[in-house]
């Protein structure tokens, strides 16, 4: 059963205990357009996604990750800039590792790292890249 059966229901219990078929009608219109709205979003949503500056959705950039390789080659050419940031003061690094959502817990005891990345909210999804298909929501 769908969304839309659940509600063509509720509208048929209440035109059959003598609501007025007008505003039945609109609610029927308002949930058939609802529906629309939500399958358009939908095959909008899971169209292939072309690159930032050309999509129809600016905001939604999708890439591919990298390979193993593409990472050795981009450490490779940082070069001196690489060997700088490890000799650097952690505090100085904070920045660089909160944009990237590097976390690095030592456990002194067991003289263990463990390193975490999660990255940061702008690099996060912030909407659902299908929209808001939750009429409830609304």
């Not at 003598?18 to 979003?41: F, Y």
């Not at 050795?72 to 003061?89: N, T």
């Amino acid at each position: 059963m769908t969304w839309m059966d659940v509600v063509l229901g509720t509208y048929r219990a209440a035109l059959a205990a003598g609501a007025d078929p007008t505003v039945v009608t609109q609610w029927i219109n308002d949930a058939q357009n609802d529906k629309r709205t939500a399958l358009a979003r939908l095959e909008e949503a899971e169209k292939p996604q072309t690159s930032a500056a050309g999509g129809a959705n600016k905001n939604l950039r999708v890439e591919k990750p990298l390979t193993e390789k593409e990472i050795i080659e981009i450490a490779k050419s940082l070069g001196d800039v690489a060997r700088r940031l490890q000799s650097a003061e952690a505090t100085a690094k904070a920045a660089l590792y909160e944009a990237l959502g590097v976390t690095v817990r030592y456990e002194n005891a067991t003289r263990t790292a463990t390193v975490r990345s999660r990255p940061s909210h702008a690099y996060r999804w912030s909407v659902c890249p299908r929209g808001d298909l939750n009429p409830h929501a609304r």
